[in-house]
């Protein structure tokens, strides 16, 4: 019992957290929970709604043996620092480990990695803590609420509609996008005209008449307008104003998806994935090291330590005039200050000299970490913006143009922030120009654009729906469950998405709102503060929401199934469409007296010849869908190969050869061909 057990969640972290701390520690994952609420009891909750929301837990599928191997390291050890993510999650996590794995409170301790580097790591183990049980009651309770919302409304849905899920963020975000639909379905658009006068270094727009607004509604206005229009232009005024440009903060969740989603084409969930590599650890040449902070936060504050490093390295690489301020915003009130931005760990570790260590993703998304953290220190770039009137027999036209005058941040993020310059020519007043031509331009209102997945994240954040660690898989649920389609990378509701989203609010428009989600977010804060008790948010819910569940059951009208169009062979009602828990069937409409199911043909894919039997591999299914392949004359010959075929044998058995990750090999032994 010498060594002290570091417990962490990732595989790949403990690698390289083991190799910081030194051999009188041992550093074991948990890969991810380990415990998750069970699917019995009332409902299938897993919760006991009538002794105070009593949560029951079980293993989760496949932990037994890791439980199982952590007492064992438990037994082993003088002492068990629970190393689990820095945020709520990580700290439910924790609690778990301790409580499945009989943990006495003098027997453990706590510890955070804000990142995975040698100095922070060995920093965090000089001050330890005790689990926060504020932060494990309000993620319990969220845990409990989403099951509760999930399980009951989603098989309300499959009961009454063809819906497959749904959830307390996933159907408000859901919500968003179909209110938006109905936005631009019953947008009505309206004609304008625009009026622009060419001239041969500037062109100008028509604004004003006798100094007020003008909006020209017609062909037949806009043709009025140019009959009293001349080629000569008096010039009214020149304006010159110079304006600071200001660097955007350092990243939090939110902001670097929705960045990477429209500067590098990510997907919310593939920003999130490398964002977990760079933060536990990247292999380099003499080092393995995380390169980021932790990614899921809510904050833009940098450590004294960073920023003192980064205005060192701003002096000496590009001059003292290039130091510049910390940015700050607005505090939102659902933020949580736990942690800092997200930031590269060292500034000193330039993305180009760690490219060759990284996939061309992860360089993507490091250069764009770091460089919005370095910018953010820097000085305001300084623009020289000037506004041109010129006047026209009293109708005024504006000519604007910038000139870029001082870079400043914009010397590190000019690649990610474009600043175009707009030079117009040097005039003084009264100056007269002759246009070469004056063009009347005909144009729609537009609607509103459907919602690409940067500006639905950026608007659940503004209206306080949902986490920053919630939006990547709340993206994902509703293109799995095709709720929503991508058309143009914009979010388009499916039929099934609408009517799910319009049932919902027919029954439960008080609690799948806006308004409803965000006061629930904002109570599950205030629990993680210690300022309210989980029992009594829970309570209070559950009494407004189950009566209007079994309403929804008893009145909610059921969608008919859709009808193929053939007639059932044994009583002559139709076929209709049926959804099981493997798929779409067809079955006879006049279930449950005739219990029909038409057995649907499937195309046989041949592989190769059996080596066992002479009889032909063939590409099967299991129950749930996953191919594998197996011999047509099963259950005689029991061949069954999760990998594919390649029709020889192995010299050295005789089994089948299998090509794994383009390596033919022997599906028995250990041959592989050279």
């Not at 994952?29 to 029951?56: C, M, Q, W, Y």
């Not at 952590?70 to 778990?96: C, F, M, N, Q």
């Not at 570790?349 to 220190?377: C, G, Q, V």
């Not at 469950?481 to 499916?494: G, I, N």
Request: aromatic share 8%.
């Amino acid at each position: 019992m010498t060594k002290n057990l570091v417990i962490v969640e990732s595989p790949s972290k403990s690698k390289t957290i083991e190799k910081y701390l030194g051999k009188d520690y041992k550093v074991v994952s948990s890969k991810g929970h380990i415990r998750d609420l069970a699917t019995t009891g009332k409902f299938g909750l897993g919760v006991d709604v009538d002794n105070n929301f009593e949560p029951n837990y079980i293993p989760i599928a496949g932990k037994k043996k890791v439980i199982s191997e952590l007492k064992k390291d438990i037994k082993e050890s003088s002492k068990v620092y629970l190393a689990t993510d820095p945020d709520r999650e990580g700290e439910a996590i924790s609690w778990h480990l301790k409580d499945a794995l009989g943990i006495k409170d003098k027997d453990y301790e706590r510890v955070l990695f804000h990142e995975i580097t040698k100095d922070k790591v060995i920093e965090a183990f000089k001050s330890p803590r005790k689990i926060d049980d504020n932060l494990v009651h309000s993620q319990e309770t969220r845990r409990i609420l989403d099951r509760i919302i999930g399980f009951r409304l989603s098989r309300l849905m499959q009961s009454k509609t063809g819906g497959k899920s749904a959830g307390r963020v996933q159907s408000v975000a859901l919500k968003l996008i179909v209110d938006r639909e109905r936005e631009i379905e019953n947008f009505i658009k309206e004609e304008y005209w625009t009026i622009t006068g060419i001239f041969d270094e500037l062109e100008a727009d028509l604004f004003n008449y006798d100094h007020k607004d003008i909006e020209i509604k017609s062909e037949s206005e806009a043709d009025e307008i140019l009959n009293k229009l001349s080629k000569e232009f008096v010039v009214e005024s020149i304006e010159s104003k110079k304006k600071n440009k200001k660097a955007r903060p350092p990243f939090i969740t939110s902001t670097l998806q929705q960045e990477a989603s429209t500067k590098l084409g990510f997907t919310a969930k593939k920003t999130m994935s490398i964002a977990q590599k760079l933060y536990e650890g990247i292999d380099l040449e003499n080092e393995t090291t995380g390169l980021i902070t932790y990614m899921r936060t809510d904050s833009i504050r940098l450590s004294d330590e960073f920023i003192k490093s980064g205005y060192a390295y701003i002096d000496k690489t590009y001059g003292k005039e290039y130091v510049g301020y910390v940015k700050t915003a607005k505090k939102k009130d659902n933020v949580q200050d736990a942690h800092e931005a997200i930031r590269p760990t060292s500034i000193n570790r330039e993305p180009l000299t760690i490219k060759k260590y990284l996939t061309n993703d992860e360089y993507k998304l490091y250069s764009l970490i770091y460089y919005r953290a370095l910018a953010s220190l820097m000085a305001d770039a300084k623009v020289d913006a000037t506004t041109i009137i010129l006047d026209n027999n009293n109708y005024q036209f504006k000519a604007t143009g910038q000139i870029l005058i001082y870079d400043g941040y914009l010397k590190v993020y000019k690649d990610y922030e474009k600043s175009e310059d707009r030079v117009l020519p040097v005039l003084k007043e009264n100056d007269i120009l002759i246009s070469n031509s004056i063009e009347k331009n005909q144009h729609f209102t537009a609607p509103p654009s459907r919602y690409t997945e940067a500006k639905l994240i950026k608007e659940m954040e503004d209206l306080g729906i949902g986490r920053p660690s919630t939006y990547a898989k709340t993206m994902d649920t509703i293109k799995e469950r095709e709720y929503v389609v991508l058309e143009d990378k914009k979010f388009k509701p499916t039929v099934i998405g609408i009517e799910t989203t319009d049932k919902l609010q027919e029954f439960f428009s008080d609690l799948i709102n806006v308004e409803y989600t965000a006061e629930m977010e904002e109570d599950l804060d205030k629990i993680a503060e210690g300022n309210k008790e989980s029992l009594n948010i829970l309570r209070a819910f559950y009494d407004k929401f189950e009566p209007e569940v079994e309403s929804a059951f008893k009145n909610m009208e059921k969608k008919k199934a859709e009808e193929t169009g053939e007639i059932c062979p044994n009583c002559g009602n139709p076929l209709v469409i049926r959804k099981g828990r493997y798929g779409e069937f067809t079955a006879c409409s006049n279930y449950p007296e005739c219990k029909y199911i038409k057995k649907e043909e499937k195309e046989i894919k041949e592989v190769c010849s059996c080596p066992k039997c002479g009889g032909t591999i063939i590409e099967k299914n299991t129950r749930k869908g996953k191919v594998f392949y197996g011999c047509n004359n099963y259950p005689k010959c029991k061949v069954a190969l999760w990998d594919i075929p390649t029709g020889n044998v192995c010299p050295e058995c005789g089994e089948l050869l299998i090509n794994k990750n383009n390596i033919t090999k022997c599906s028995s032994c250990k041959y592989e061909e050279k």
